[in-house]
């Protein structure tokens, strides 16, 4: 059984990786075509394809009554996007980021975590605060397409280093294809981390692991494994725009929508161990992310490498 596991595993890992590639491809070539901000594309369609599995496993869990599951997995996921992805994404080519990134979406990131922290000092994330992050995340995204609609209208934001790797690759100019590579590169990584969340849920019964580890650890990386899949395609790529845009986009994502969504389906409760084995070490790692990308505006290797060993620690800790 284990065995047949593990092949699902593999089965999971390859769908990923064929998906991540389709889905940065044809959603940077849409980003070349229409005018429209690379960023703009990891923050929205690169982040909403990659964090659905967060969404689809947190209600799932609570829908079960296994609340530490969907806590976990939101906040095992966001450390897991800063310190393992940005971590890898860096070790495999420097990825480089854009101003406006580290003034506007990285403090929000950062902001929405402090909220999280607040909601849950009372020991409970409840409706009202649900309500709350939803609500900020709606209108955080309302922005979001205002601003790309201005971006493009202005035609401030030209990808010419996109269009010179696409036209390299050969690759098709039509719409309609680069958005089926979208399409088919989301199905993908869903089918793929679902397949992966199976097998590493059975392997932890088999293995006896405890359901708060699961969901902090196994879990969590199952689910950030399409982030991991983008993020790293997108860094060998040299678009590092994508590559960040879509990790602190899957970020806000997990912590407004679907952390949110989850407690307005039912209160999540916060034991102060929680709070202080998996949200505090999540605001650091998001926090440690400004300061390592102001440096000369990049994440460098050796600064991936800190990411990567913070990531270690983080999970010596949980378990």
Not at 152 to 167: L, N, P, S, V, Y
Not at 230 to 248: E, K
């Amino acid at each position: 059984m284990v065995l047949i596991d593990a092949l699902l595993f593999l089965v999971g890992l390859t769908a990923l990786t064929l998906g991540a590639d389709w889905l940065v491809t044809g959603a940077s070539r849409v980003a070349e075509h229409r005018g429209v901000s690379p960023l703009l594309v990891g923050l929205t369609i690169v982040a909403f394809g990659t964090s659905a599995p967060e969404l689809v496993v947190s209600i799932g869990a609570v829908l079960r009554g296994q609340h530490g599951i969907a806590v976990g997995n939101v906040m095992g996921s966001t450390v897991a996007n800063v310190g393992l992805i940005v971590g890898l994404g860096a070790m495999v080519r420097p990825i480089f980021v854009h101003r406006k990134l580290l003034q506007r979406e990285a403090p929000l990131m950062v902001l929405v975590l402090a909220a999280v922290m607040v909601f849950a000092s009372n020991g409970v994330i409840g409706t009202l605060d649900a309500l709350i992050l939803v609500g900020g995340f709606t209108l955080y995204m309302l922005y979001l397409v205002r601003w790309g609609k201005s971006e493009t209208e202005t035609g401030q934001f030209q990808a010419a280093r996109i269009e010179a790797h696409m036209k390299d690759m050969g690759l098709s100019r039509r719409p309609f294809v680069n958005w089926l590579r979208v399409a088919f590169g989301t199905a993908l990584l869903l089918a793929g981390a679902s397949w992966m969340i199976q097998s590493a849920g059975e392997i932890a019964i088999a293995y006896q692991i405890p359901e708060e580890v699961v969901g902090a650890t196994m879990v969590a990386v199952g689910t950030s494994l399409p982030e991991l899949a983008s993020t790293i395609a997108a860094a060998a790529r040299g678009l590092g725009d994508i590559a960040i845009g879509n990790v602190i986009g899957s970020n806000i994502f997990n912590l407004g929508l679907v952390l949110g969504t989850a407690a307005l389906i039912s209160p999540l409760e916060l034991t102060p161990d929680t709070v202080a084995r998996q949200v505090v070490p999540a605001m650091i790692f998001c926090l440690a992310l400004i300061p390592l990308a102001y440096t000369g505006q990049k994440v460098t290797r050796w600064e991936g490498a800190l990411l990567l060993l913070g990531y270690s620690f983080f999970l010596y800790q949980v378990l």
